[in-house]
C-alpha cells in the first residue's frame, strides 16, 4: 500500500479576510494582513470541543502521495476536495507538526541537492526534510498522532447548492461537520436552514427539499461548494475575488453594510456566472472580467499570499487576473532532482567532508579549540558519514576545521553565482561518473546505493556508442517554491518571481522526497553527433525550430523574460535527437518490461563541450517509486544486448510511420505558428507529461529516422501538402523524400539514416 501523507485543514483557522464581505481595494495590506489568521493549529479547536462535549471533529480531510503534495499540490496550490478546497500552507505553519513528532524531522541526505537548494534560496538552509508524517501507533488511536501536512481551506468564499447564497466560510462554519475518523471524504460544509430557490409565483421551491439537501430534524441543510473565481498575478499573488465590490462597480450597497449575496448560474461552460445583491438588487456577469478588457476592471493586486497569511510590505503592481479555481496555470512547482552518484572531484569530496564535520559538532565547534581528540570522540557519535572522517589522519582532520573557521561565501557572491547557474550544472556529476568505466561486472558504491552494470553493445545500430544497466538508483527531489500564471522554466533565472515558502522568504529547510529505481544509460558516439549536429544547424529545418521558438518567447514568456535571449533557451539541435529517441523507447519500452509509459521517465545529458565541461549525448531512463525499496527489475532486463538491440531497432522502425502521416511528417511550424516541435504528435512520439521533462517540446522524429515523404532536408508545409519553405521555397510534395538541398532520399537530417520502411 502505498504511503500518504495527510492533508489537515482546521475549522478554527479560517481566514478572517473572508468575514468583511470581500474587501475592496481601498482596504490596506496591513489592515487586511491584521484581521487574517496567521498560523494554522489543525488541532487548535480540539478542548473547545472537548469541553462543549461536542461530537470530535477530525482534522484530517484527505491524502496524497508525497510525490503529489511536491509537484502537484504543494505549498500554495489548491486541492480539490469531494466538497471544498484547501490549500496546503507554508513551511511555518509545519514546525507546528514536527513538534507533535516523537522524534526529530527526518531527513533526507543529498550534499550535491543540498548545495543547489542553498545557491538558490540561501545558505541559511541546512538540511532536506521529509514531508511530516509517521504511521498510526499500533491499538487504540490517538487523534493527531499521524497529523500530516497543515492546509487551510482556501478560496473562503462559498456558495449554497440549494439556494445560490455566496458568502463567506464564517456564514457556513456552524455548517461544518467531519466526523467520521476514516472517512474524510465526507468533510462538507452545509447552509443550516437553507431555504431553497424561489420559483414562479414566489413559492419556496424548498419546501419540498431542494436537490441535493438533506434534512436533520426539522432544519435544511444544503451542501455548499467554492465559489470558482480567483484572482493571480504574474508575480505569484493569489486573492479572493472580490465579489461585494465587483457587483457594486467598486462603489458599496445602498442599502446595507454587508448584503446578502448571491451567484447564479445559466451555464457549466466558461464565466457565465452572475453576481447579484440580494439587497439593492444590483446584478453583474463575470464576463465581464475576462479578457484584456476585463483586467482594466479589477482591482489592484494587493499583494496576497495564503500559504503565507501575509502580505507583500512593499504591495504589487503587477497586473491581475481572473482565474478559475482549478486552473492549470494556477500552480508550477520550481524543484530540482538529482540521481544519487558517487562524488570523486576532489573539491567537491573535500566540501562534503566538510559539511558532514559542521554538522556533527554543531555548537561544540567553538570549545573544541583544535583538540583532535575530543573531534574523534564526537565523529564516532555522529552518522555514517562522519564516522567515515575517523579514517582520515590527524593533519586532513586538522585542515578540515581550519576550513570550518574560514569565512563563508557572501550573499553578494551567491546571488551573482545564481545569476550564472545553468540547470546544466546540475547533470554534470552524474553525466561524468556515468562514463567512468565501473570495476567489475557488477559495481555497488556503498554510499550512495547506485549499482551499475555495463552491457555490450551487440547488434544495436551505429551511433550507439555505451550501454549501461542501472540496477538500483536513488532519485531525491526537493520544492524551491512555485510560481502562478507563468511556468518556472518560462520566467527570468533570477528568481524574483519563485513564491517563498516561508513568510521570511528565507527557509531553513525544504520539503524533499526520496525515490527508488532501476534505468537504463544509452550513450550516443559524439563524434557521429557532433558531425550530425554540425550539418543540421545549417538546414531551413532547424531555421524554422529557431525562428518559431523566437516567437514562442516573445509571445508566451512573462515580461521580465523577455530580457533574456530566446537563442539562450533554445535546445541545442541534440537535444531534439536525443529527445525524441528517449519518448521513442519509452513507448516501446512500456510494451516489454511491465512498467506503463507513464511510470517511465527520461534524465537527458545533451549539451555541447565548453572548457569548463565536456560535451554531453545520452539518456538515463528510469522508473522510480517513492513508497518502496525499488522496482522489480523489469527495465534493466531490457539492457541485455540481444534484447535491447530489438527494443532500438522496433522503436526507430514504429518513428518512420505516423498514423497521422503524411501531416505529421511534414509539419514545420510557419510564421505566424510558434509551437516548439516538427514532426511529432500523440500518436507517434509524444508521451505523458509524467515522462518528459519538457513537456513534450522539442521533439522532431525528422531528426532521427526518414520520414516517408517528409520532403528530406525541409519537409514540406505545417499543415502538409503546399506549405511553403522559410526561405520562400517550396516543400517537396511528390514523396521521393528529395530534398531541396539535394540530399539524400528522406534521410537528409536523420540521425538513424540508414533505416528504411520495409
Request: hydrophobic share 35%.
Amino acid at each position: 500500500m502505498s504511503q500518504e501523507q495527510d492533508t489537515r485543514g482546521a475549522q478554527g483557522a479560517q481566514d478572517q479576510r473572508g468575514r468583511s464581505g470581500g474587501a475592496g481595494p481601498e482596504e490596506t495590506a496591513f489592515e487586511a494582513a491584521a484581521s487574517e489568521a496567521i498560523g494554522v493549529d489543525p488541532l487548535g479547536d480540539a478542548d473547545e470541543l472537548s469541553q462543549d462535549q461536542a461530537k470530535k471533529n477530525f482534522a484530517k480531510v484527505g491524502s496524497a502521495r508525497p510525490t503529489t503534495l511536491l509537484y502537484t499540490y504543494g505549498p500554495g496550490a489548491i486541492i480539490d476536495l469531494p466538497h471544498f478546497t484547501v490549500m496546503p500552507t507554508g513551511l511555518d505553519d509545519w514546525e507546528r507538526i514536527w513538534r507533535r513528532r516523537d522524534a526529530d524531522p527526518v531527513t533526507v541526505h543529498a550534499p550535491r541537492l543540498l548545495e543547489t537548494v542553498k545557491l538558490m534560496l540561501g545558505h541559511q538552509v541546512g538540511e532536506l526534510r521529509r514531508f511530516p508524517w509517521q504511521p498510526p501507533r499500533p491499538g487504540a488511536r490517538r487523534d493527531g498522532d499521524d497529523l500530516g501536512v497543515p492546509a487551510r481551506v482556501f478560496p473562503q468564499w462559498l456558495r449554497c447548492t440549494g439556494c445560490d447564497l455566496l458568502a463567506p466560510l464564517s456564514q457556513f462554519v456552524n455548517g461544518y461537520s467531519n466526523t467520521h475518523p476514516y472517512r474524510p471524504d465526507q468533510a462538507v460544509f452545509e447552509h443550516v436552514d437553507c431555504p431553497g430557490r424561489p420559483v414562479r409565483g414566489g413559492a419556496a421551491r424548498g419546501r419540498k427539499g431542494a436537490k441535493g439537501a438533506a434534512r436533520r430534524g426539522s432544519r435544511r441543510r444544503s451542501p455548499c461548494v467554492p465559489a470558482r473565481y480567483l484572482i493571480a498575478c504574474p508575480d505569484g499573488h493569489l486573492d479572493e475575488f472580490p465579489y461585494d465590490w465587483w457587483v457594486h462597480e467598486g462603489a458599496h450597497c445602498t442599502r446595507v453594510p454587508h448584503p446578502e449575496l448571491a451567484m447564479s448560474d445559466t451555464s457549466q461552460r466558461g464565466a457565465t456566472a452572475f453576481i447579484s445583491c440580494r439587497a439593492c438588487g444590483a446584478r453583474r456577469g463575470m464576463a465581464q472580467a475576462q479578457g484584456e478588457e476585463g483586467r482594466r476592471r479589477l482591482p489592484r493586486c494587493r499583494g496576497r499570499h495564503p500559504h503565507l497569511g501575509i502580505f507583500d510590505e512593499d504591495g504589487c503592481r503587477a497586473e491581475p487576473r481572473v482565474m478559475l479555481v482549478g486552473a492549470s496555470n494556477l500552480w508550477f512547482a520550481a524543484t530540482q532532482s538529482i540521481i544519487d552518484m558517487p562524488r570523486f572531484d576532489p573539491e567537491e569530496v573535500r566540501r562534503d567532508r566538510v559539511e558532514a564535520l559542521r554538522r556533527t559538532l554543531g555548537d561544540d565547534l567553538e570549545d573544541l579549540g583544535g583538540n583532535i581528540k575530543f573531534v574523534r570522540m564526537l565523529l564516532k557519535r555522529g552518522d555514517d558519514e562522519a564516522v567515515r572522517l575517523l579514517e582520515l589522519d590527524d593533519d586532513e582532520l586538522a585542515g578540515l576545521l581550519k576550513a570550518l573557521d574560514a569565512p563563508g561565501e557572501s550573499e553578494g557572491d551567491r546571488l551573482a553565482r545564481r545569476e550564472n547557474w545553468d540547470p546544466v550544472d546540475l547533470l554534470v556529476p552524474e553525466w561524468n561518473y556515468l562514463l567512468t568505466e565501473p570495476p567489475g561486472d557488477r559495481h555497488e558504491d556503498p554510499d550512495s546505493g547506485l549499482v551499475v552494470s555495463p552491457r555490450g553493445l551487440g547488434d544495436v545500430p551505429a551511433g550507439v556508442g555505451r550501454v549501461l544497466a542501472v540496477d538500483r538508483l536513488r532519485k531525491v527531489n526537493a520544492v524551491l517554491g512555485f510560481t502562478r500564471v507563468d511556468g518556472f522554466d518560462r520566467v527570468d533565472d533570477s528568481g524574483a518571481r519563485l513564491v517563498p515558502l516561508v513568510r521570511s522568504g528565507r527557509p531553513a529547510w525544504v520539503p524533499a522526497t526520496e525515490d527508488r529505481g532501476e534505468g537504463i544509460f544509452i550513450q550516443l558516439d559524439e563524434d557521429a553527433v557532433a558531425a550530425w549536429e554540425a550539418r543540421v544547424l545549417t538546414t531551413p529545418v532547424w531555421a524554422a525550430h529557431r525562428a518559431a521558438h523566437r516567437r514562442n518567447f516573445e509571445r508566451r514568456f512573462s515580461e521580465t523574460a523577455k530580457q533574456v535571449s530566446p537563442d539562450d533557451r533554445l535546445a541545442p539541435p541534440r537535444y531534439w535527437l536525443i529527445h525524441t529517441l528517449a519518448h521513442a523507447l519509452i513507448r516501446q519500452m512500456a510494451m516489454s518490461s511491465g512498467y506503463g509509459a507513464a511510470s517511465i521517465s527520461e534524465r537527458l545529458y545533451a549539451w555541447r563541450g565548453t572548457e569548463h565541461r565536456r560535451a554531453a549525448a545520452g539518456m538515463l531512463l528510469t522508473t522510480t517509486a517513492s513508497d518502496s525499496d525499488g522496482t522489480l527489475g523489469g527495465l534493466v532486463s531490457l539492457s541485455e544486448p540481444g534484447r535491447l538491440a530489438d527494443i532500438i531497432d522496433q522503436a526507430l522502425r514504429a518513428m518512420t510511420r505516423c498514423s497521422s502521416d503524411p501531416v505529421c511528417a511534414r509539419r514545420l511550424p510557419q510564421d505566424p505558428e510558434d509551437f516548439l516541435h516538427g514532426a511529432a504528435c500523440h500518436c507517434c512520439t509524444m508521451v505523458s507529461e509524467t515522462s518528459c521533462e519538457r513537456a513534450n517540446r522539442f521533439l522532431d522524429r525528422r531528426f532521427v529516422v526518414p520520414l516517408p515523404g517528409g520532403g528530406g532536408e525541409f519537409g514540406g508545409g505545417a499543415g502538409g501538402a503546399g506549405g511553403a519553405a522559410p526561405d520562400g521555397g517550396s516543400g517537396e510534395l511528390d514523396g521521393s523524400g528529395a530534398g531541396l538541398d539535394g540530399g539524400e532520399p528522406g534521410g537528409g537530417l536523420a540521425f538513424f539514416a540508414d533505416y528504411r520502411i520495409a
